[in-house]
């Protein structure tokens, strides 16, 4: 840690960024509220908009804070690459865009905890967890078998011990009350974090996610290369350190014995007589699991758009390859059967293969290009959206925007995805290449999927035409 390394983490790192922003406690009180006060790991974007416009009205009406941009004005800041407070996204079963918190604002979350006063500092408990963590580790990293059969000997020297002595006494030595409440901060803290890692874990699975989506742009890779890329990041993020700790942690989260018996330690302890009222108001260790499986969904679900994308692009390469072999093969035996009477010496046709050779006295003489002189420098235009501009040229047309949405929903209550081709077959369009033209519109507008490969269709009412219009993938993921 040096002068040059803390520069550039306070310039680049958003929680530093966050802390010495202006609005910091404006930031860190609505975002505690939204989603630490009742653990909510995802929150609609109406439900972050309402908390933090009712926080700036009670504000501004008391005179602490002086900002004038609206709450979506914030939002849109809080959620921008420089700041990265939170993320917004588009969840799959949602029509309206959630935010969660990104890994650095989680680390703040964990710092300004641990400013808060306590009523008692578990330096004992800690370091009696620190020596079973060590003599844990020392345990099972060694492979010789006296050390392991030595070990286990003298813990089972010890346990009789103190089996003999509650025998003899009639007591059971049981922890004193501050023993008692500085272990209950512990889990606390530690749920905390735990549950804090599962940003980081996130980011993790999702980064290789859009990895894959940046090497599908690629026109030249094939469905093998699709395949190898996604099943490389798959086992990368499973043998990778944070994947083989989620993984073993997931799948005893799921373990229904280890469920049930986490349940029941909890309630347990907080029926322990000595606990502080305060502590036993935080009820973070009862809805754990619950917590825990929501945030770990979200990382699986992180997982499984990897293997929705890879399905995604090999069943629309492999049914648009497949209809285009089907057409040519069509047209083959079509000729064949038109040509089955045919003898084998007749000459059907011919094909000019021949190199036409001209001498340099054929080369036509140069003539100097036709001069254009304008009265004044051309301006140029500004670049138009594209997107709107063909949406307005099809605005002069019979063009029933919401039959065509209709009919995309239709086919995907069915299936996850559809092509533009296949929904032509299905719903033949009564409007020409115009009709096309607005699908396009409508996957450009909303929330599918455009590849830079082209397709080429033909219509019905024009079967002498063909078009090559942008591949198009209707999904319902």
């Not at 995805?417 to 096309?436: D, K, M």
Request: contains cysteine; aromatic residues 8%; proline residues 5%.
């Amino acid at each position: 840690m040096n002068f040059v390394e803390l520069s550039l983490q306070f310039s680049e790192s958003s929680a530093l960024r966050l802390l010495r922003a202006d609005t910091a406690p404006l930031i860190a009180a609505v975002l505690h509220s939204a989603f630490k006060r009742e653990h909510c790991p995802v929150v609609p974007e109406s439900r972050l908009r309402t908390l933090l416009q009712a926080e700036l009205e009670d504000l501004r009406a008391t005179g602490t804070f002086s900002g004038n941009k609206s709450a979506q004005e914030y939002l849109v800041e809080w959620a921008d690459d420089f700041h990265g407070y939170v993320r917004r996204f588009q969840p799959p079963d949602d029509d309206e865009p959630a935010y969660e918190l990104t890994p650095d604002t989680e680390r703040v979350f964990q710092w300004i905890e641990s400013l808060r006063p306590r009523p008692y500092v578990g330096t004992e408990s800690k370091f009696k967890t620190l020596v079973h963590v060590l003599a844990d580790l020392v345990e099972n990293t060694t492979q010789s078998v006296d050390v392991r059969i030595e070990r286990l000997r003298a813990e089972q020297a010890r346990i009789e011990k103190e089996i003999a002595d509650i025998q003899a006494t009639g007591e059971a030595p049981v922890y004193n009350a501050t023993q008692i409440n500085e272990r209950f901060l512990n889990l606390l803290d530690t749920a905390r974090t735990l549950l804090g890692d599962f940003r980081e874990v996130e980011r993790h699975f999702r980064r290789v996610t859009e990895d894959l989506l940046v090497s599908r742009k690629s026109g030249d890779i094939s469905r093998g290369q699709i395949v190898g890329q996604t099943l490389d990041a798959h086992e990368r993020l499973r043998v990778s350190t944070q994947g083989q700790s989620f993984y073993a942690f997931w799948e005893f989260l799921l373990a229904p014995d280890s469920r049930a018996q986490f349940s029941t330690l909890v309630d347990q302890v907080y029926a322990i007589p000595e606990l502080l009222d305060e502590l036993r108001e935080d009820l973070l260790l009862q809805g754990l699991q619950a917590h825990l499986r929501a945030e770990g969904g979200k990382v699986l679900g992180s997982n499984e758009r990897l293997i929705a994308q890879l399905r995604r692009i090999l069943d629309v390469r492999e049914s648009v390859e497949r209809r285009e072999v089907d057409r040519v093969l069509q047209e083959l035996k079509t000729l064949l059967h038109e040509r089955r009477d045919t003898s084998v010496n007749e000459v059907i046709g011919t094909v000019d293969v021949g190199v036409a050779l001209n001498t340099l006295m054929f080369k036509a003489q140069w003539t100097p290009p036709e001069q254009v002189h304008f009265g004044s420098s051309p301006s140029c235009a500004e670049e138009p959206d594209i997107a709107d501009t063909l949406k307005r040229l099809l605005d002069f047309h019979p063009i029933d925007f919401e039959q065509l949405r209709a009919n995309i929903d239709e086919c995907l209550r069915t299936q996850v995805q559809i092509s533009l081709p296949e929904l032509l077959v299905l719903y033949p369009p009564r409007n020409g290449i115009l009709e096309v033209l607005a699908y396009v519109v409508i996957a450009e507008t909303e929330p599918h999927v455009i590849f830079d490969e082209v397709d080429v269709i033909q219509l019905s009412t024009q079967p002498q035409r063909r078009y090559r219009v942008p591949r198009v993938v209707f999904s319902n993921t």
